[in-house]
T-cell receptor, first 113, second 114 residues
């Protein structure tokens, strides 16, 4: 059982480039989300999805797009990378409900130069 | 909005020492509370949780009690090991319609020395 799989693990971008971070889960979870982790700030929610075809913004959505065409996949797109987007990105999935466990991928370390 | 405040780190302890990491929260409703742990180079994984007031979550020797009167969920372990070195995150979970939201604290880096 793979759980939550994120690719790539590491990426270096130049300012202005675009890219897509991939996330896939095999647990049939309805809820998927993207977080960024910055030193001293914990994890901040970028976008989330409650099911295929349904997405919404989190706390820090600017500069990022998402889509959810299938239950399994939830890619995160950086439209025009900026140095402020240098961070570690985590994808997570869970069943809906306030007390359910969230499962996290191993993260993508992104550097924008 | 909801928020979680954790004690600032880093925390460095000797093996077999007692650990407390403080966590307090602000929430409008009745959230569930979680502790997640992140080992070096890995994603977060659930350590323990509590879903209502006075519940105690426990796992791998770690414990935390949901205290509604003090809005706290402090993490404790009686005797830490080198393998407990990691970053610990307190989080609260709320539901809004069909969505669930997790709000995280800033994390506390724990280093245990042999």
């Amino acid at each position: 059982n793979a759980g939550v799989t994120q690719t790539p693990k590491f990426q270096v971008l130049k300012t202005g480039q675009s890219m897509t971070l991939q996330c896939a889960q095999d647990m049939n979870h309805e809820y998927m989300s993207w977080y960024r982790q910055d030193p001293g700030m914990g994890l901040r929610l970028i976008h989330y999805s409650v099911g295929a075809g349904i997405t919404d913004q989190g706390e820090v959505p600017n500069g990022y797009n998402v889509s959810r065409s299938t239950t399994e996949d939830f890619p995160l797109r950086l439209l025009s990378a900026a140095p402020s987007q240098t961070s570690v990105y985590f994808c997570a999935s869970s069943y809906s409900g306030r007390d359910t466990e969230a499962f996290f991928g191993q993260g993508t370390r992104l550097t924008v130069v | 909005g909801d928020s979680v405040t954790q004690m600032e780190g880093p925390v460095t302890l000797s093996e077999e020492a007692f650990l407390t990491i403080n966590c307090t929260y602000t929430a409008t409703g009745y959230p569930s509370l979680f502790w997640y742990v992140q080992y070096p180079g890995e994603g977060l994984q659930l350590l323990l949780k509590a879903t209502k007031a006075d519940d105690k979550g426990s796992n791998k020797g770690f414990e935390a009690t949901y205290r509604k009167e003090t809005t706290s969920f402090h993490l404790e372990k009686g005797s830490v090991q080198v393998s407990d070195s990691a970053v610990y995150f307190c989080a609260l979970g709320e539901s809004s319609g069909s969505a669930r939201q997790l709000t995280f604290g800033s994390g506390t880096q724990l280093t245990v020395l042999p």
